[in-house]
């Protein structure tokens, strides 16, 4: 390679190849960005085009202008590319879905529509191993994906506006599945690059900004395109959001630059581009299964993102539900919803202003503790004015009780939104860089299963014991997560390079609590069968037994170098993947054709999948780590002395 006379500085051709691949050049402060003027000559330039002649200098100037170089500029890239996740989210649940009713479409075929589109979003996090395997070295490992989704957002949209959606709602669905699949993946590698990129003092404030963002997105996409295309074609609404979307891909993250990308594919140790990609995706995985459970805040974390985040009736249904009781118009509960939105952003913001004096864990403790004083006063206003039980709607409001309604949901709002920031900061204390796209992704993913979780038990009890019981076992309920929060600490560096001394121990009470999870499901499903309300309840709480179960199996098998314990581990894991479709296969046996008199065999079947699983996770977990696999193979008449 020809060198200059400059110490340490490559010609022209040279430096281009190291700024792309971030060489020396790319470094802050580096001797060679200082006397690169020494090397070349100095003649005068004709144009800004000839100034910027090779893609080496255009990399230098595109860096003047990357958000990621400054704390400011870190806070407002994070705040509008979640403007850019929560515009495809409103639009088509709030635009969309108001366009279907208007031509027509009922509410059955409006609901089986936003089920299709929650799809995406609800697995997002199987994308995360994808996002942090597999990465490209001209464009950035998180900004390749970011860019990518981003252009095919943009395709579904312009593809919709082509489209009569009412008149072919099958493959307008289709297409936002196809959408929304890329807007989740953009959520992923965008969570990944917050991890990786934002500093632990800045976590607070940008996680507070991130969640204003998304209500930002939703706001211009559901409301503010309907205003904007009042009674015209409504083909121009897809057109306004995919130039949202291009704007923000063109002013924010074209000019992103991530920090040190070449260590990081170094650091990681999986394969880069298509190359190898399912090696980059299955190392991916095991290494965020070990940094799940290589440390005791980590693991710790997993529970408390189960557990509830204080108080949540006043942020589910319970407020909608109490005003149509109360009388409210749709004009007060429009005003009600809006009223309540500002008071969670506001709160929102001003505790990502006080997580950097007060602390994330003291700020969570503080917020959970607040929320419950009005959850309990509203308790006490509704057992003052007997309103107990559910009952049918009022023709007119009760100005007592409907003032009471708003200001414990506007101080709910507000003291409750105070940790939002603070929670999500600690979700990302405790995940490791190297594969943050799929640890943030499981956290989120757990903490959405925990809201519905209680989300179920909640309409129940309300139905049984009243709403004053309801608010105060909320708060009762609430407060659980604070005591699992001392635990959540954040990794040690030896803990994120290897798992420590007690992870054979955790994944010993894993795969244990999973198997009897999955032993108790048969008796478990009878009760189920004969009381609607326990299937109601525990539906929820067993798909994730599943899941987690299959998922722990999958690992294993890639962990395993055996192939017959391979084997068994992957089939176990794979079938257990067949317990989702066990509510639609009635609905599947009579679209088939077959006889229906086979239905009670096939559940009869699919019953024993979770047997079978609870047994080779009861082996999986003893102390004695493989020696289990002896007496496991016998049972299916085969020989471990290999």
């Not at 996409?221 to 121009?236: T, W």
Request: proline residues 5%; positive net charge.
């Amino acid at each position: 390679m020809p060198v200059s006379k400059c110490k340490g500085v490559y010609t022209s051709k040279a430096m281009q190849n190291d700024v792309r691949q971030g060489g020396p050049l790319t470094g802050r402060g580096s001797a060679a960005a200082t006397n690169m003027s020494d090397c070349y000559p100095r003649r005068p330039l004709s144009s800004p085009t000839r100034e910027l002649r090779n893609s080496g200098d255009m990399e230098i100037a595109m860096d003047r202008f990357n958000l990621l170089a400054s704390r400011r500029g870190r806070l407002s890239a994070f705040f509008f590319l979640y403007v850019c996740e929560g515009l495809p989210l409103g639009f088509a649940t709030v635009a969309v879905t108001s366009e279907l009713r208007r031509e027509g479409v009922g509410p059955a075929a409006i609901g089986a529509f936003i089920a299709a589109l929650l799809v995406p979003w609800s697995l997002k996090w199987l994308g995360g191993p994808i996002v942090d395997g597999v990465r490209s070295r001209r464009f950035g490992h998180r900004r390749a994906w970011i860019l990518g989704c981003q252009l095919a957002m943009v395709a579904t949209l312009a593809a919709l506006s082509r489209i009569s959606v009412s008149a072919q709602i099958g493959m307008a669905t289709a297409i936002f599945v196809v959408h929304n699949l890329f807007a989740a993946l953009q959520d992923v590698a965008i969570d990944g690059l917050a991890v990786s990129s934002i500093p632990d003092e800045e976590r607070g404030l940008a996680n507070a900004l991130m969640y204003v963002g998304m209500l930002c997105g939703q706001a211009l996409g559901g409301p503010a395109v309907l205003f904007l295309v009042g009674q015209g074609a409504f083909s121009r609404g897809y057109l306004l959001v995919a130039s949202a979307v291009l704007l923000i891909m063109a002013l924010v993250v074209l000019p992103l630059r991530e920090p040190d990308p070449a260590a990081a594919v170094r650091d990681v140790g999986v394969a880069e581009g298509q190359r190898d990609a399912w090696a980059s995706v299955r190392n991916a995985a095991l290494l965020t299964y070990q940094a799940l459970t290589g440390s005791r805040g980590a693991f710790a974390c997993l529970l408390f993102c189960l557990l509830p985040a204080g108080a949540l009736s006043l942020n589910l249904s319970l407020k909608s539900v109490l005003a149509v009781e109360l009388g409210f118009t749709p004009q007060q509960l429009a005003q009600l919803g809006f009223a309540g939105t500002l008071s969670a952003a506001c709160g929102a913001l001003a505790g990502g202003l006080l997580v950097q004096r007060v602390g994330t864990k003291q700020l969570i403790a503080l917020s959970t503790l607040a929320a419950s004083i009005p959850t309990l006063w509203l308790m006490w206003q509704l057992q003052a004015h007997g309103h107990i039980m559910p009952s049918p709607a009022r023709q007119s409001a009760s100005s007592d009780l409907g003032q009471a309604l708003w200001v414990a949901l506007i101080a709910y709002q507000f003291l409750a939104s105070l940790m939002i920031g603070a929670r999500f900061a600690t979700f990302m204390d405790v995940t490791n860089p190297r594969v943050g796209a799929t640890q943030f992704a499981t956290y989120a993913a757990l903490n959405n299963v925990g809201l519905a979780m209680s989300a179920s038990w909640q309409g129940k009890l309300a139905e049984i014991w009243g709403y004053p019981t309801l608010l105060a076992a909320d708060v009762a309920v609430g407060v659980l997560g604070l005591f699992v929060l001392p635990f959540v600490l954040r990794p040690s560096p030896d803990q994120i390079a290897r798992s420590d001394a007690k992870e054979p121990m955790r994944t010993r009470m894993l795969a244990v609590g999973l198997a009897l999870a999955c032993l108790c499901w048969v008796p478990v499903h009878q009760l189920m069968d004969l009381e609607p309300a326990i299937r109601s309840l525990l539906s929820t709480p067993f798909t994730l037994a599943f899941t987690a179960a299959s998922v722990l199996l999958l690992i294993r098998s890639a962990q395993d170098d055996k192939p017959p314990r391979q084997h068994i581990f992957r089939v176990t894991g794979l079938l257990l993947l067949l317990m989702h479709a066990r509510p639609y296969l009635a609905a599947s046996i009579s679209i088939s054709g077959f006889d229906p008199r086979y239905a009670p065999w096939t559940h009869r079947i699919l019953d024993a999948i979770p047997i079978i699983a609870g047994v080779v996770l009861l082996a999986a977990g003893r102390a004695n780590g493989y020696a289990w696999s002896r007496g496991l193979l016998r049972l299916f008449g085969r020989s471990a002395a290999r």
